[in-house]
């Protein structure tokens, strides 16, 4: 009991240094480039189903918050999810993490100031994504929930929501566009600013999800939006005062695309348009229930943000190497997760399998490219068995040259 209270007040006080520590960021409003802002388009398949549950499993055995949170939020889920229309795609722990941070940001706890500060600078390198965010399942299934739950811009963007901030410093440059850097609840109620110290954020978004049905209450006039992190806004003065209008201007951006299966941080924040991929993607028209959504405007019709080749992914990862997770504040030892090793950004832009080999007489399933198979990496064991036999050739030439003479 001694052991289980000392490890709680240890993980409390690593919250509360870190609310400390990036307190000055928290109140700059500006692109956000150090938040991770990775939006799995073309490899989420693959990491639902290979990666994520596995990464859940040993993310709450070590950081019992974590573990509290999500039980909890699957418990609310349970009792809530028929009550709800939603998309096929949808699985129960996109439904989960959805739960956990609205309630936690509704009430905000603990967990929701250090999962918010954490997602904030998690993406300042993808090292730092793999070896210090403690939180990489949570944000999977929450950034899915959200991609899956949209509605399209001219559905979302009439309707204006708010939020209070403390204060921010804007520095969104010469564009004056800005990322919130973290997900962000906002309100079609307008609150008054508490004091001087708090500053009223008018909000028009494109990609925020209307999430008031997935709360207890049984009815509610009020709406309430979860923008994701990385939607870009245009940012303006709202009259003379501090007050900010915030305006969307259809599109997302980042910096990381699969980091976890090897891609590195870009330079600049690519862009992601919105109502352009439904448009052209005939495939994101699909994933709707049939005839389950018409008519019920009230609740949501399911986007799937995916990309063409995610069916024709393959599963094997030849080259994936064992490396052991530091143990972090509140957290726990355990068994090392297998993170697939650093492939280059053309390795994660192509979807597409290798052409098959040859027949033989026992083929094997053709693995995804990797490391050892794409032309950019060849791998040397590779080639050393055709030099082997170039220079067993040359010299059984040369032997014979020298008995004929």
Same mark, same amino acid.
């Given at each position: 009991?001694?052991?289980?209270?000392?490890?709680?007040?240890?993980?409390?006080?690593?919250?509360?240094?870190?609310?400390?520590?990036?307190?000055?960021?928290?109140?700059?409003?500006?692109?956000?480039?150090?938040?991770?802002?990775?939006?799995?388009?073309?490899?989420?398949?693959?990491?639902?189903?290979?990666?994520?549950?596995?990464?859940?499993?040993?993310?709450?055995?070590?950081?019992?918050?974590?573990?509290?949170?999500?039980?909890?939020?699957?418990?609310?889920?349970?009792?809530?999810?028929?009550?709800?229309?939603? @998309?096929?795609?949808?699985?129960?722990?996109?439904?989960?993490?959805?739960?956990?941070?609205?309630?936690?940001?509704?009430?905000?706890?603990?967990?929701?100031?250090?999962?918010?500060?954490?997602?904030?600078?998690?993406?300042?390198?993808?090292?730092?994504?793999?070896?210090?965010?403690?939180?990489?399942?949570?944000?999977?299934?929450?950034?899915?929930?959200?991609?899956?739950?949209?509605?399209?811009?001219?559905?979302?963007?009439?309707?204006?929501?708010?939020?209070?901030?403390?204060?921010?410093?804007?520095?969104?440059?010469?564009?004056?566009?800005?990322?919130?850097?973290?997900?962000?609840?906002?309100?079609?109620?307008?609150? !008054?600013?508490?004091?001087? !110290?708090?500053?009223?954020?008018?909000?028009?978004?494109?990609f925020g999800v209307a999430i008031e049905k997935f709360f207890d209450k049984e009815s509610t006039s009020e709406r309430i939006v979860l923008i994701p992190l990385n939607e870009v806004f245009h940012v303006s003065q709202d009259g003379a005062g501090n007050n900010l209008i915030l305006l969307s201007t259809n599109k997302t951006c980042s910096h990381h695309?699969?980091?976890?299966?090897?891609?590195?941080?870009?330079?600049?924040?690519?862009?992601?348009?919105?109502?352009?991929?439904?448009?052209?993607?005939?495939?994101?028209?699909?994933?709707?229930?049939?005839?389950?959504?018409?008519?019920?405007?009230?609740?949501?019709?399911?986007?799937?943000?995916?990309?063409?080749?995610?069916?024709?992914?393959?599963?094997?990862?030849?080259?994936?190497?064992?490396?052991?997770?530091?143990?972090?504040?509140?957290?726990?030892?355990?068994? @090392?997760?297998?993170?697939?090793?650093?492939?280059?950004?053309?390795?994660?832009?192509?979807?597409?399998?290798?052409?098959?080999?040859?027949?033989?007489?026992?083929?094997?399933?053709?693995?995804?490219?990797?490391?050892?198979?794409?032309?950019?990496?060849?791998?040397?064991?590779?080639?050393?068995?055709?030099?082997?036999?170039?220079?067993?050739?040359?010299?059984?030439?040369?032997?014979?040259?020298?008995v004929a003479l």
């Amino acid at each position: 009991m001694k052991t289980g209270h000392f490890e709680m007040v240890t993980m409390l006080l690593s919250a509360m240094i870190l609310m400390d520590i990036f307190q000055v960021k928290a109140n700059t409003l500006d692109m956000a480039d150090n938040a991770f802002d990775d939006e799995y388009q073309k490899c989420s398949d693959r990491m639902e189903i290979k990666y994520i549950p596995q990464l859940l499993k040993e993310e709450k055995a070590s950081h019992q918050l974590l573990k509290d949170v999500w039980e909890n939020a699957k418990a609310k889920w349970e009792a809530r999810k028929t009550q709800l229309f939603l @998309p096929m795609s949808f699985k129960d722990n996109h439904g989960i993490a959805l739960m956990a941070y609205i309630n936690e940001a509704q009430e905000q706890t603990p967990f929701y100031q250090l999962f918010n500060e954490a997602v904030k600078v998690a993406g300042q390198s993808r090292k730092d994504y793999i070896y210090s965010f403690q939180f990489k399942a949570l944000h999977f299934y929450l950034t899915k929930a959200l991609q899956l739950l949209r509605r399209p811009c001219e559905d979302s963007y009439k309707n204006v929501v708010y939020s209070t901030s403390q204060a921010p410093s804007f520095t969104g440059g010469g564009l004056n566009q800005a990322r919130f850097g973290h997900f962000t609840l906002a309100y079609s109620a307008k609150p !008054q600013a508490a004091d001087d !110290q708090h500053i009223l954020l008018t909000i028009r978004s494109c990609f925020g999800v209307a999430i008031e049905k997935f709360f207890d209450k049984e009815s509610t006039s009020e709406r309430i939006v979860l923008i994701p992190l990385n939607e870009v806004f245009h940012v303006s003065q709202d009259g003379a005062g501090n007050n900010l209008i915030l305006l969307s201007t259809n599109k997302t951006c980042s910096h990381h695309e699969c980091a976890f299966l090897g891609g590195l941080k870009t330079a600049n924040c690519v862009e992601n348009m919105g109502d352009t991929m439904w448009e052209t993607n005939e495939g994101l028209k699909r994933m709707c229930l049939k005839g389950s959504l018409e008519g019920q405007n009230d609740y949501f019709q399911p986007i799937h943000v995916s990309s063409p080749g995610d069916k024709n992914q393959k599963l094997e990862d030849p080259g994936v190497k064992s490396q052991e997770s530091p143990v972090l504040p509140g957290m726990k030892s355990h068994e @090392p997760i297998q993170i697939p090793e650093y492939k280059s950004q053309e390795d994660i832009n192509s979807l597409t399998p290798a052409p098959a080999p040859a027949p033989a007489p026992a083929p094997a399933a053709v693995p995804v490219p990797s490391p050892k198979t794409h032309p950019s990496a060849s791998s040397g064991k590779m080639l050393l068995p055709l030099f082997e036999t170039f220079v067993m050739l040359i010299s059984a030439s040369t032997i014979n040259l020298f008995v004929a003479l």
